[in-house]
């Protein structure tokens, strides 16, 4: 009879991968019911063992109350294994008495008190590891992120948003009552929100109060020296106020994502610009990819101002084109609008002959400039702007301005390829039919830089069929 071991390693490792491509995160819905958990294979043997602990504990998704947990069920061994931590604030739940009004101050600072713990309690435990020569050792780094929700989250008005990626809560969740008129639900359609309920599943800013947990006079957070990736997913509605205090302790961060919600009001949006320019300004030195994103939900919008970007947020282009001068990748999606961020390159302008990106490779921004709708050839001198800031980049390989608005979209796009350069333009059929001549003729000098001959000009028509009601989903098509 032949023995696990008699089998050659090549069959043994069909084995394995087959039954991790069948284990319970991977399966369709309707083969839920003859799921295994991936961990429970790790039992069979000290091989199987090595083999499914590295897939286990290669990713892992904590809320708070793991954390008491995390030293125990993450041994040294397994330590090794970890490359991304998640930890998921939970935050307490709330009843249809509040569902559809805006979070009260005593409610907000509970919130803060629960979100000041379970961050002080993880970077407590992260930096114990560090202390002891024991932090995770994984290449390329260490991706730590960090999110906050409450579990009523989706129990009232937006029980349609899935807030879990984990496949046990998609398939497990029960099926939405599509007729609830308390919550804005009738025969599948959600009709307008009041004010209140979008206040609510955004909640107000969470406060990272040191004070609470450490008896220091100038609390902080403990250095963890080991992360080099912090990611802010916008998985989550809620809004985390002092993310420049997390950042200020991660000293060799060197990649950077932050993704957040549009607010509601202005004064929230007011709000938010100010902490934007905080976190930029907390940016370390050794960061080399900085990228950025405000999505926008059309639920929570539709009583929000038409503009995707602020009128002018020269402040924070300004600290970002500082910031930035050593990335090697920056990615500001609906953040700052590029004619802010390219306006010291405009003719007249008090530019600065110390400004330059001697390492920057890829360039992103958004502008509502490229919009139909934009005046006269502002456009078009944003985009020769932007051409004299990439004669500042050396070693630029991609820049890339984006215009989205509602079934309206506009790229600009310069790319240094094998052949001769390339600028794409594309457009829905309603959008700017561009690039000028005069556009073009700016960028070839960028283009005779490296001595690669004339730019090529392509032009594509985006179908418009598919354009969902996400920013996301265009930017992801057309990276």
């Known amino acids: 009879m032949t023995v696990w071991n008699d089998l050659p390693a090549e069959l043994r490792l069909v084995v394995y991968k087959h039954l991790d491509n069948v284990s319970?995160?991977?399966?369709?819905?309707?083969?839920?019911?003859?799921?295994?958990?991936?961990?429970?294979?790790?039992?069979?043997?000290?091989e199987w063992q090595e083999f499914f602990e590295e897939r286990t504990f290669k990713s892992l998704v904590l809320r708070q109350r793991d954390l008491p947990e995390l030293e125990r069920i993450l041994n040294r061994s397994r330590r090794r294994w970890l490359c991304t931590l998640w930890l998921r604030v939970e935050l307490p739940r709330y009843t249809c008495d509040s569902c559809s009004s805006e979070e009260s101050d005593e409610e907000a600072d509970t919130n803060s008190a629960v979100f000041t713990a379970a961050v002080w309690?993880?970077?407590?435990?992260?930096?114990?590891?560090?202390?002891r020569g024991q932090e995770p050792l994984t290449r390329p780094g260490?991706?730590?992120?960090?999110?906050?929700?409450?579990?009523?989250?989706?129990?009232?008005?937006?029980?349609?948003?899935?807030?879990?990626?984990?496949?046990?809560?998609?398939?497990?969740?029960?099926?939405?009552?599509?007729?609830?008129?308390?919550?804005?639900?009738?025969?599948?359609?959600?009709?307008?929100?009041?004010?209140?309920?979008?206040?609510?599943?955004?909640?107000?800013?969470l406060k990272l109060d040191l004070s609470q947990v450490s008896t220091d006079l100038s609390p902080h957070l403990p250095p963890l020296n080991f992360i080099t990736c912090f990611t802010m997913p916008r998985q989550f509605y809620r809004r985390i106020a002092d993310v420049d205090s997390i950042?200020?302790?991660?000293?060799?961060?060197?990649?950077?994502?932050?993704?957040?919600?549009?607010?509601?009001?202005?004064?929230?949006?007011?709000?938010?610009?100010l902490h934007l320019r905080r976190v930029i300004e907390a940016l370390p030195p050794t960061l080399r990819l900085f990228s950025?994103?405000?999505?926008?939900?059309?639920?929570?919008?539709?009583?929000?101002?038409?503009?995707?970007?602020?009128?002018?947020?020269?402040?924070?282009?300004?600290?970002?084109?500082?910031?930035?001068?050593?990335?090697?990748?920056?990615?500001?999606?609906?953040?700052i609008d590029a004619r802010c961020f390219f306006f010291t390159f405009e003719p007249g302008s008090p530019g600065s002959a110390q400004e330059a990106w001697p390492n920057l490779k890829k360039l992103t921004m958004t502008s509502d400039l490229l919009s139909s709708k934009a005046y006269g050839d502002r456009s078009d001198r944003m985009?020769?702007?932007?051409?004299?800031?990439?004669?500042?980049?050396?070693?630029?390989?991609?820049?890339?301005?984006?215009?989205?608005?509602?079934?309206?979209?506009?790229?600009?796009?310069y790319r240094k390829t094998k052949g001769r350069p390339l600028i794409e333009?594309?457009?829905t059929k309603s959008a700017r039919r561009g690039p000028s001549q005069g556009v073009v003729q700016a960028w070839q000098m960028v283009a005779d830089t490296s001595l690669q001959g004339p730019i090529r000009v392509q032009k594509t028509e985006i179908p418009t069929n598919w354009i969902t009601k996400s920013r996301g989903s265009v930017v992801y098509h057309y990276l």
Request: hydrophobic content about 40%.
């Open 292 to 335: 950025a994103f405000q999505d926008a939900n059309n639920t929570l919008l539709w009583s929000a101002p038409n503009s995707n970007l602020p009128e002018s947020d020269a402040p924070s282009a300004r600290i970002l084109r500082k910031a930035s001068q050593k990335c090697t990748v920056i990615n500001a999606y609906f953040l």
């Open 142 to 205: 260490f991706d730590l992120r960090l999110s906050v929700y409450s579990p009523s989250d989706r129990e009232h008005h937006f029980r349609h948003h899935r807030f879990d990626d984990d496949f046990s809560a998609l398939c497990l969740w029960p099926r939405i009552n599509h007729l609830d008129h308390s919550h804005g639900w009738y025969h599948g359609t959600q009709l307008e929100l009041s004010l209140g309920a979008k206040l609510r599943i955004l909640g107000k800013p």
């Open 247 to 273: 950042l200020q302790s991660l000293p060799n961060l060197r990649r950077f994502y932050l993704e957040q919600w549009r607010q509601v009001t202005i004064a929230d949006e007011n709000e938010r610009l």
């Open 425 to 427: 333009w594309l457009r």
């Open 121 to 131: 309690k993880l970077f407590t435990v992260l930096n114990g590891w560090q202390s």
């Open 383 to 413: 985009l020769e702007a932007a051409s004299r800031a990439a004669l500042r980049m050396p070693k630029l390989r991609m820049l890339q301005l984006w215009f989205i608005g509602g079934k309206e979209v506009c790229i600009f796009r």
């Open 24 to 46: 319970f995160r991977k399966l369709r819905v309707e083969d839920v019911r003859h799921y295994h958990h991936m961990a429970a294979y790790a039992a069979v043997s000290r």
